[in-house]
């Protein structure tokens, strides 16, 4: 009996790709290493730590509340308020990264959040505002602003499909 010309043949791997096809199922299983090990993307650990960076930063809006209230504009209302949103809202949007259902969204709503924070963070420079445990030098306080940008762009890539 010849084989097929392939490297592997196994009757229950093509059954199952004759299956899903017939049932015209675009369901791939995730790809595998050499050791059986899954294959990770840097994208995907990108995408993991941006979500660990958005849920710890914003579970610190619940944990240290007035230090974010002190930075905030005082042309704005509801400091507190606003606060509290910015950091569930951040925590969602996080978390909402680690899905590839809501990914897309998530890290529209960081692009946006990352936008909407500006003023606060300019209010911290400009005003040399500092946390109470600790000081920041004002080079630090500056280099913030531009910092948004590579957020930005760290939620637009690894947001992406693909």
Same mark, same amino acid.
Request: aromatic share 12%; net charge positive; with cysteine.
């Given at each position: =009996? @010849?084989? +097929? %010309?392939? $490297?592997?043949?196994?009757? *229950?791997?093509?059954?199952?790709?004759?299956?899903?096809?017939?049932?015209?199922?675009?369901?791939?299983? &995730?790809? #595998?290493?050499?050791r059986g090990h899954l294959k990770t993307s840097s994208r995907s650990i990108s995408r993991f730590a941006l979500?660990? $960076? =958005? !849920? !710890? @930063?914003?579970?610190?809006?619940?944990?240290?509340?007035?230090?974010?209230?002190?930075? =905030?504009?005082?042309?704005?209302? *509801?400091?507190?308020?606003? !606060?509290?949103?910015?950091?569930?809202?951040?925590?969602?949007?996080?978390?909402?990264?680690?899905?590839? #259902?809501?990914?897309?969204?998530?890290?529209?709503?960081?692009?946006?959040?990352? $936008?909407?924070?500006? &003023?606060? %963070?300019? %209010? =911290?420079?400009?005003?040399?505002?500092? +946390? @109470?445990?600790?000081?920041?030098?004002?080079?630090?306080?500056?280099?913030?602003? &531009?910092?948004?940008?590579?957020?930005?762009?760290?939620?637009? #890539? !690894?947001?992406? +499909?693909?």
């Amino acid at each position: =009996m @010849a084989t +097929p %010309n392939c $490297v592997f043949w196994n009757p *229950w791997s093509i059954a199952g790709r004759l299956s899903t096809t017939a049932l015209g199922s675009k369901a791939t299983a &995730p790809e #595998r290493t050499g050791r059986g090990h899954l294959k990770t993307s840097s994208r995907s650990i990108s995408r993991f730590a941006l979500a660990l $960076v =958005m !849920v !710890v @930063a914003g579970s610190l809006h619940f944990a240290a509340t007035e230090a974010y209230v002190a930075i =905030m504009p005082a042309y704005l209302p *509801w400091h507190r308020e606003l !606060v509290y949103l910015s950091g569930g809202l951040e925590i969602l949007f996080g978390l909402g990264l680690l899905w590839r #259902r809501t990914r897309r969204l998530a890290g529209l709503g960081l692009i946006l959040l990352f $936008v909407a924070v500006l &003023p606060a %963070n300019f %209010n =911290m420079a400009l005003h040399d505002i500092q +946390p @109470a445990s600790f000081h920041i030098p004002a080079a630090l306080l500056w280099a913030r602003l &531009p910092f948004q940008l590579v957020l930005i762009f760290w939620a637009w #890539r !690894v947001s992406r +499909p693909g």
